[in-house]
């Protein structure tokens, strides 16, 4: 077996290792983007309860002091906020989801919490919006368990796997 | 009397917007803005009201008159062939005017209008939410008022040789006014030019203390003042009146002291008080003319009294801030000087 070959074999396996590392981390990344989301809007309840602060200053805030996955979401509609008011919360809130969602790793079951929460983003009184922010809350939590779940037993999985897959391959081409 | 020019020395950021000031204009739903962009110079310079209610046509209230906006820039006097608003066109305005964030808004539901920058206001209507016998906030907004606040215009020098009795003796003046005859303006303006001794060669310039309830005549915005209210003017903002007056009187050793719209007991109260400390007030009320506020309980024994030097009443017979009349203190119509502009037809 040439020089060459060993080359060329150790590239299969460890692109097939780094696919499998990159799955890992896209479960990692889930559940820490959920998790910042719970917690940006628990400012946002916050802001709202006792500061009566405007979505765009509020949003701002969180996505300047958080540092999670979750944080460009609420910086992108805070800016959109503030350049294109004339759309409505709800719209922008939409967009910024479906453009971000997949940057956050979140599954389909998350962007319907985020989506249906945003549908009455900034639309009623102060009881109604703490109400809804509450209900978003518990339905990331549960998602976050599951993500964590999923990324306990799904991680070392996709490590494993994408080393052997590397490997297997190179078996069968040698 | 003829409408007042603006002065070269007062400031006039409204200018260059084509009346319509940003503020105002970017609440606007496009196809009204549109619309009104293409209106006539003249119709957007003299432009008071915008007033869009839910499947009504759009109506402008002007100082040379008032009719529904078309499509095309005009005005109609049928409300047939206005533009007609429609929910979404409310809401966007809503929208506007809450960030997106009607929570942030509940105060200002409550009350019925939302101050915006630069002291222009926005008065809100819908379905009243009462709890307990109050007012808790308005839900399903129909009716939305937009008013363009005038800056200072100098109008109040024209009536000083009235207000200001030789050698220089200056009194309380109570402006008695209908809604939108300009007596927020005239009172912003007397502010200023006392404040800044411009008003009168007789007249010293004078410490000005504001009570702006509803940051209407400072039209101060995050801290900012939009108006120039002169440099010896305390404003103290968003405060009810009759509370602020005092807290003014005790913290500001004000010389003058300003406020706006008074009528309640509480209101006449706090201003015995001020008038008792030797300060001069310059406050408006809402009154046809001095009948009015002699009728109103809570004001009469103020007038008997003569608790003020002056009375003022404005009009819109003959467009915005149109003097009908001004009267002494025990209520006697002061008559045209000679050589000067006549005050009032009667007079």
């Excluded at chain 1, 097939?16 to 889930?30: E, N």
């Excluded at chain 1, 939409?94 to 009455?120: I, K, W, Y």
């Excluded at chain 2, 937009?146 to 050698?167: F, K, M, N, Q």
């Amino acid at each position: 077996m040439g020089g060459l070959e060993w080359i060329g074999g150790l590239c299969v396996v460890s692109a097939c290792a780094g696919l499998g590392f990159f799955k890992a981390a896209r479960l990692q990344r889930r559940v820490g983007a959920l998790r910042g989301l719970q917690a940006g809007l628990q400012v946002l309840d916050t802001e709202i309860a006792y500061a009566a602060t405007p979505l765009p200053d509020a949003f701002r805030r969180i996505g300047n002091t958080f540092s999670s996955p979750a944080a460009p979401l609420f910086a992108e509609v805070a800016e959109q906020l503030a350049s294109r008011p004339e759309t409505g919360a709800p719209d922008l809130w939409e967009t910024a989801v479906r453009r971000l969602a997949a940057d956050m790793a979140l599954e389909p079951p998350d962007v319907e919490v985020l989506l249906q929460f945003g549908r009455t983003l900034g639309a009623s009184d102060r009881a109604d919006q703490r109400k809804h922010i509450r209900v978003a809350c518990d339905r990331l939590r549960v998602q976050e368990e599951a993500a964590r779940q999923e990324a306990a037993t799904r991680a070392r999985m996709w490590r494993s796997l994408g080393v052997l897959i590397g490997a297997a391959i190179v078996v069968l081409l040698m | 009397m003829k409408r007042p020019t603006a002065e070269p020395g007062t400031k006039q950021r409204e200018a260059g917007c084509g009346g319509v000031p940003e503020a105002v204009r970017r609440l606007l739903p496009p196809k009204i803005r549109k619309a009104l962009e293409s209106c006539s110079p003249e119709v957007l310079e003299a432009l008071e009201e915008i007033r869009i209610r839910r499947d009504l046509p759009v109506h402008l209230w002007t100082g040379r008159g008032e009719g529904f906006l078309m499509g095309e820039g005009r005005l109609s006097p049928f409300p047939a062939e206005g533009m007609v608003a429609g929910a979404e066109d409310v809401m966007h305005v809503v929208q506007g005017l809450s960030q997106s964030s009607l929570y942030a808004l509940e105060e200002e539901l409550r009350r019925g209008y939302v101050t915006l920058p630069g002291g222009h206001r926005a008065g809100i209507v819908g379905r009243a939410v009462v709890a307990e016998g109050r007012v808790q906030t308005q839900v399903d907004i129909t009716g939305v008022n937009l008013r363009v606040a005038r800056p200072v215009t100098g109008i109040s020098r024209d009536l000083a040789d009235w207000l200001v009795e030789p050698p220089g003796k200056i009194g309380s003046v109570l402006i008695i006014s209908p809604p939108q005859c300009g007596k927020t303006t005239l009172l912003r303006d007397l502010a200023y030019q006392v404040s800044s001794g411009r008003w009168h060669p007789l007249v010293a310039p004078r410490k000005v203390a504001v009570v702006d309830e509803r940051s209407e005549l400072a039209g101060t915005w995050k801290g900012r003042r939009h108006f120039d209210l002169g440099p010896r003017t305390d404003v103290l903002d968003g405060c009810p009146k009759a509370e602020g007056m005092m807290i003014l009187l005790r913290s500001m050793s004000p010389e003058i002291l300003v406020t706006d719209e008074i009528g309640g007991e509480e209101d006449v109260a706090a201003l015995r008080e001020v008038l008792r400390a030797g300060v001069i007030v310059f406050a408006s009320v809402h009154g046809g003319d001095l009948q009015d506020i002699r009728r109103r309980p809570s004001l009469r024994p103020l007038v008997e009294e003569g608790a003020f030097f002056r009375y003022v009443v404005l009009s819109r017979q003959r467009g915005p801030m149109t003097v009908e009349g001004i009267f002494d203190a025990s209520g006697r119509r002061l008559r045209a000087q000679p050589g000067r502009q006549p005050v009032a037809s009667g007079g």
